[in-house]
């Protein structure tokens, strides 16, 4: 039985070049993580899309922008203390890609939600500056979605939202 899977497309330079002037709108950080959501659909592929914001200090990720709002709202926060996830992704600064049900379930604590709502593969993106994550772009999508080549994409775009991050934080 073939499955009708959504198509994906290449990243281009004319892409890039829309999320540099995302980047000159006034409406930070809104315009810049709604043209990387928009994107990344296109380029990687998501049903959930969130972007967090990283508090070294008290170990907790803010989310700043969220396409499904009912399920995370933007403000949520979370606790991410001496997990083998926040090690990976906060500390070392490296891509999560799981990829079945049971890599969403060792890494998250609200797995139940994330898998009520069909989702049962992950994509995290470190955000990084200055040799320090502070923050991160998250894709879920089903079950088999993400592919290791999506990581060299989405740390592409994610460097996108630095600036947008850094500024809300004091």
């Known amino acids: 039985m073939l499955i009708d899977m959504p198509s994906r497309r290449e990243l281009r330079v ?5 999320l540099a002037e995302a980047l000159r709108a006034a409406d930070q950080p809104h315009a810049i993580c709604h043209a990387l959501e ?6 990687i592929g998501h049903r959930l899309f969130t972007v967090m914001r990283f508090d070294s200090n008290r170990s907790e990720v803010q989310r700043i922008h969220t396409n499904m ?10 606790q991410k203390k001496a997990t083998p996830w926040a090690d990976q992704v906060l500390g070392e600064m490296k891509v999560f890609r ?10 998250f604590d609200d797995h139940e939600t994330i898998l009520g709502l069909g989702l049962g593969s992950v994509l ?3 955000i990084v500056f200055d040799g320090r994550c502070v923050g991160t772009m998250n894709f879920l999508h089903q079950a088999g979605w993400y592919r290791s080549e999506d990581e060299r994409i989405g740390l592409l775009l994610g460097a996108f939202l630095v ?3 850094l500024n809300g934080q004091p």
């Open 14 to 18: 004319e892409d890039l070049s829309l």
């Open 38 to 43: 928009k994107l990344g659909s296109e380029t």
């Open 69 to 78: 709002p009912s399920a995370y709202p933007t403000g949520g926060r979370k």
């Open 98 to 107: 799981g990829t079945a049900p049971a890599d969403i379930v060792s890494a």
């Open 124 to 126: 995290n993106i470190p």
């Open 163 to 165: 600036p947008a991050i």
